[in-house]
């Protein structure tokens, strides 16, 4: 079943989590961004721009699961491309959110 179809600007889906109110969030690579799905309707209902644009992955951690992290990459990149994006390849932590994320799921090997 389709979900939601990305925009031309979002580019394509890369690492994905769920928050506590079972919307779905997604690096968009080579987007700049991560956005908030409504899995019910189809809709997205949020983006967070990045400063780089080859976002990878989200997550939700902290203490209370209110903290964002979202990883980027630089690899494959060239010299010229890297001078004028600074930010690839670092880590964010995106907060003010309004929403948390819940807790990983721990499985006994």
């Keep these: ?3 939601y179809h990305l925009e031309k600007e979002e580019q394509m889906p890369d690492g994905m989590c769920i928050d506590a109110e079972g919307k779905l969030w997604v690096a968009c ?3 700049g ?3 908030r799905i409504d ?3 189809g809709k997205r209902i949020q983006t967070v721009m990045l400063p780089t644009p080859r976002i990878t992955s989200c997550c939700f951690g902290g203490k209370d699961y209110s903290e964002m992290y979202v990883t980027s990459a630089y690899d494959g990149l060239d010299e010229s ?3 004028k994006e600074p930010h690839a390849g670092e880590i964010f932590k ?3 959110l309004g929403v948390k994320g819940i807790p990983q ?3 006994a090997a």
């Design 81 to 83: 491309t890297l001078a």
């Design 39 to 41: 899995p019910e309707t």
């Design 33 to 35: 961004r991560v956005i």
């Design 105 to 107: 799921n721990f499985y």
């Design 1 to 3: 079943k389709l979900l």
């Design 94 to 96: 995106i907060t003010g």
């Design 29 to 31: 690579i080579d987007g």
